[in-house]
Structures are given as C-alpha cells and as structure tokens.
C-alpha cells in the first residue's frame, strides 16, 4: 500500500512528513520549535523557518520521516561519506548513509536515514513504530558478536537493505555498526535480527526459525 506522505511548503522548500515512521525523536520540535509545533494545525510551518536552519533539522530526524526538496532544484541532502548502524537501548537500529532500502512489493526506497524495528512487534515493518515501548523490549543495545563479513577493501558505497521472508534485515555494503557501549564492528555485509529473539542482537543466530517469527 503506498505510503501518505503529507507535504507543507515555503517559497524555497518543500517538507514532507511520512506518519508512520514518526517516532517521536523530538529532534524537529527541540531544533525548530518556531516550525515544528505539535499543537498547532498545521504542525509544521516552513514559512516561519530559515530555510538553512529548516533543512539541518531536518537532516537529525533519525527515522527519515521528515524529508525536503528545494524549490530551486539545487540538490538536498547528501548522504554520509560513510554508513552507519547504531544500535539503541530497548529500541530500533538508526541507519545513516546512502541507503537503498527494497520493501516486499519491490519498491527501492533511496535514504539517507531511516530506523528499523529490531523487537518484532511493529505493524509497519521494517521501520520501527515504537511497538518496543508496549512490547517491553528489554535490550541494552550491546554487540554480543562480530558477525559482519569483514574485508580489508570494504571501500565506499551504498548499503543495500532487504528483508528476507520470516527473516533477518540483509546488509550489503561497506557498514560500521555501533552499540550502545560505543564499539564498533565494520564489515561489508550481515544479517540484523529483526524478530527481537536473537542470542547475538543486534545480528541474527537464526532464532527466527524457532520463535515462529512472520513477516514479509
């Protein structure tokens, strides 16, 4: 089903905003609250934003659901020169860098950030909806084990995202993933627990097969 985007404009930018990825990081009403004021209607106003300041906090909404396009068809927003998986306490993987994310009906989504449930409850897979808070995931964000195919070459590049059937989150590109204690395993390719039952979180031991885990 295609997802609903909702757009708000100013004379040089348009701002999207995709609800269902909103987990409430609270990084745009902290960084713009002139802009981004949950009780008022509409909630977002670009206009009474700097478009500079407007496009940088955008830039720190960790889920990717807010996004902008400028107006004068300059580019927007560069992905990192490097990509990132940081593992959170209880909560969702935060990827960053130049992202191509396939969903099950095959579209190809290009990101630069998005967050990815890891507790297996979410009802909109892959991205978290923050199901972890109700399901009570207690999970400190650890890397129990490496299990990122190392390679001394691993060189720049996009990171590919796909989902196996009933199955792990597939990584493929040159990736650094960062747990909550700060250690960081780089690789080039892995598989990401996403059932929430994995014995070597943030990475999959095939404990999906077991907990009788279903997801597209």
């Known amino acids: 089903m295609p997802r609903k985007i909702r757009t708000y404009e100013s004379d040089e930018l348009i701002v999207e905003y ?30 009474q934003g700097d478009s500079a300041d407007l496009m940088q906090v955008i830039e720190r909404c960790p889920t990717g659901a807010l996004q902008y396009r400028r107006k004068d068809e300059q580019p927007g927003e560069v992905a990192p020169e490097t990509n990132s998986v940081r593992v959170s306490a209880g909560g969702p993987v935060y990827l960053r860098g130049d992202l191509r994310i396939t969903l099950p009906d095959g579209e190809v ?3 630069t950030r998005a967050a990815l449930c890891r507790c297996g409850q979410s009802g909109d897979k892959p991205f978290c909806d923050n199901s ?85």
């Open 109 to 111: 989504l290009r990101e």
């Open 132 to 216: 972890h808070i109700e399901a009570g995931f207690d999970e400190p964000g650890g890397i129990a084990e490496n299990r990122l195919v190392v390679s001394e070459t691993a060189g720049e590049g996009p990171l590919e995202i796909t989902l196996a059937a009933n199955g792990p989150v597939l990584i493929r590109g040159p990736v650094g993933v960062t747990g909550t204690d700060g250690q960081t395993v780089e690789g080039v390719s892995g598989a990401l627990c996403r059932c929430g039952h994995s014995a070597s979180k943030p990475f999959c031991d095939g404990s999906h097969k077991a907990a009788g885990f279903t997801a597209e």
């Open 18 to 47: 995709d609800a269902k990825r909103c987990i409430h990081a609270a990084e745009c009403v902290h960084g713009l609250p002139s802009v981004f004021d949950p009780e008022s209607r509409p909630w977002i106003s670009p206009q």
